[in-house]
């Protein structure tokens, strides 16, 4: 099965854009730089060309070999990536920002024009990296009909797979090619993308079960180039601080309680993510903040809210809610919400699980572990659930919770 697509869908958002071009995510540009970003967008909107192509390919691994549709990939990366998700498949993908724009760009600059250059290509990263989400979105909704979804990508020049490496990909992704791609591509002998602003990749297929481990969730985690002023996630060598078990930590004279989390997670998101705030009717105002990332690599924020009965021995859930975080735009990436976003939100907006039992009640509610990023599965919702009541149970235990002013 193959697809192409000479007219995707794509919409860059601002925080990519701005993230693309080095300032921090707090920055609002003005003057000068908003004009510049303005013009990218508006000069690609009337002449860019993007398209995307996918299609599914057979995945064979056997001891340190790995190979796709019977090609092997020497990369023991690739082939830890893979495996750590329990992919049973793949699928190989092009994407492109089309040759116009990198046209466009270096007449900017033969016109003596370095800004307008700089932000044209910078706008078309951008673009490639929103095919490449959005392109995930549509291998997930594709995947599920036979219970897959996809995992994060993996192509060429990131940790452990060497950018040479982009001819062997191209090669077998063109040899099984039906129709020719939907604009022009070609590898350069040193493993580089003409037009540049193109990207070539990996995706794998895993049961929707075996959700997608917290660590090495994207590919900024699995690299050590500590000065990278675009990374999305810190690098990270160890495993996830959620665990698949019970750990076994209880409150001194709880000794029933176990939470899923680790202690020292545990303290850290009391600490930086639950936010008590007691209200005037006696009741407590708890918020839990959930920051992930879609399985296309883009962070996505949630926010948990819960009303509780009082910060007592054993409060209760009066009222629950989940929604996406006020600055939040990586939610409208995932897959589910690309297929029906009013629909995926309403879903998310009906659970309300464990309302008008005691919050303790978390510990003895059997939930399968779903660690995946995103809220497109039933059980990945119900996971992260898990760990906000957790974290706010946590907090109330080990807090000083501060009176209501008056």
């Known amino acids: 099965m193959e697809t192409h697509d000479a007219q995707p869908d794509y919409q860059v958002q601002d925080a990519e854009f701005r993230r693309l071009l080095g300032y ?4 609002e540009p003005d003057g000068r730089v908003r004009d510049l970003m303005a013009g990218a967008r508006d000069w690609y909107a009337r002449h860019g060309r993007p398209w995307t192509y996918h299609r599914r390919v057979e995945l064979q691994s056997a001891g340190a070999t790995l190979q796709l549709d019977g090609v092997e990939f020497p990369s023991a990366r690739l082939l830890d990536h893979l495996r750590a998700h329990g992919a049973v498949g793949a699928v190989l993908v092009a994407v492109s920002a089309g040759a116009e724009c990198e046209t466009q760009a270096r007449q900017l600059w033969q016109e003596g024009k370095p800004d307008e250059y700089f ?3 910078t706008y ?3 673009v490639v990296e929103d095919l490449i989400a959005r392109t995930s979105g549509r291998l997930c909704d594709a995947a599920g009909h036979d ?3 996809a995992v994060p990508h993996y192509s060429p020049g990131y940790a452990g797979w060497d950018v040479a490496e982009q001819n062997r990909l191209f090669d077998l992704l063109t040899q099984g090619l039906g129709h020719p791609l939907p604009g022009p591509l070609q590898v350069l002998s040193s ?3 003409n037009p540049k602003k193109s ?3 990996v995706f794998g297929l895993a049961p929707v079960a075996a959700g997608r481990p917290a660590a090495l969730a994207t590919p900024c985690e699995g690299c050590s180039f500590s000065p990278c002023r675009y990374r999305r996630a810190p690098y990270r060598q160890h495993a996830a601080l959620v ?13 029933t309680i176990r939470y899923t989390v680790n202690a020292r997670a545990l303290r850290k998101w009391a600490a930086e993510r639950v936010h008590l705030i007691p209200q005037p009717d ?3 105002a708890a918020r839990f903040r959930f920051d992930g990332t879609t399985c296309s690599n883009q962070p996505l924020a949630f926010d948990y809210h819960l009303r509780l009965s009082g910060a007592g021995e054993q409060p209760v859930i009066l009222e629950a809610a989940c929604t996406p975080a006020p600055e939040d735009e990586g939610h409208s990436l995932t897959c589910s919400y690309l297929a029906d976003g009013a629909d995926h939100l309403r879903v998310i907006a009906a659970e309300c699980p464990l309302q008008g039992q005691p919050l303790e009640a978390v510990f003895g509610w059997a939930r399968e572990p779903a660690p995946a990023g995103c809220h497109c599965a039933a059980a990945s919702r119900a996971h992260k659930w898990g760990l906000a009541l957790e974290a706010i149970h946590f907090a109330l235990s080990q807090a000083r919770v501060p009176q209501p002013v008056a």
């Open 124 to 126: 078309g990263s951008a």
């Open 199 to 201: 990207m070539l990749a």
């Open 119 to 121: 932000f044209l290509e």
């Open 191 to 193: 493993g580089m993308l």
């Open 24 to 27: 921090p995510p707090s920055h």
């Open 243 to 255: 665990s698949n078990r019970t750990l076994g930590q209880s409150e001194p004279g709880r000794a």
């Open 282 to 284: 006696g009741t407590l």
């Open 147 to 149: 219970g897959l979804m």
